[in-house]
C-alpha cells in the first residue's frame, strides 16, 4: 500500500477557502489514481473527487462540483483539493488514497474504500 499525508486543513467561515495536500510516499503513475474523501461524524466516508495521474482525468462528487479542484504535481508525488466557497456542511475530517493499478478513474473511491489503507486525515471545520 502507498502511505499518503495529508495536510492543509483548518477553519474558516462560510464562502471562505481551504487547499488540501496529499503527499504520497512514492509515485502512483502508471494506472493509478489518488482520491480525496470526507467523513463527518455519525456518516459514512464519502468520496470527494478523484484524479487519474496517467491523463489527469477527474471526477467530483456533486456536492462539491464547481467549488473544489483537485490537481497534481507529480515531481511531488502530491495532489491537491482546492476548496472555495465553503459551506458547513463541508466540515469533516477529509482522508487521501492513493490506488494502484485501476482501470479508469471511476473506479478510484471504490477500490480505495476496499484497500480500506488511508492517512491520518486532516480536519476542515466550516461556520456559518
Known amino acids: 500500500q502507498v502511505q499518503v499525508v495529508e495536510s492543509g486543513g483548518g477553519s474558516v467561515q462560510a464562502g471562505g477557502s481551504l487547499r488540501l495536500s496529499c503527499a504520497a510516499s512514492?509515485?502512483?503513475?502508471?494506472?493509478?489514481?489518488m482520491g480525496w474523501f470526507r467523513q463527518a461524524p455519525g456518516k459514512e466516508r464519502e468520496g470527494v473527487a478523484a484524479l487519474y495521474t496517467d491523463d489527469g482525468r477527474t471526477t467530483y462528487a456533486d456536492s462539491v462540483k464547481g467549488r473544489f479542484t483537485i490537481s497534481q504535481d507529480n515531481a511531488k508525488n502530491t495532489v491537491y483539493l482546492q476548496m472555495n466557497s465553503l459551506k458547513p456542511e463541508d466540515t469533516a475530517m477529509y482522508y487521501c488514497a492513493a490506488v494502484r493499478r485501476v482501470p479508469y478513474v471511476g473506479v478510484c473511491w471504490s477500490r480505495a474504500k476496499e484497500n480500506n489503507y488511508w492517512g491520518q486525515g486532516t480536519q476542515v471545520t466550516v461556520s456559518s
Open positions: 512514492e509515485s502512483i503513475t502508471g494506472s493509478g489514481c
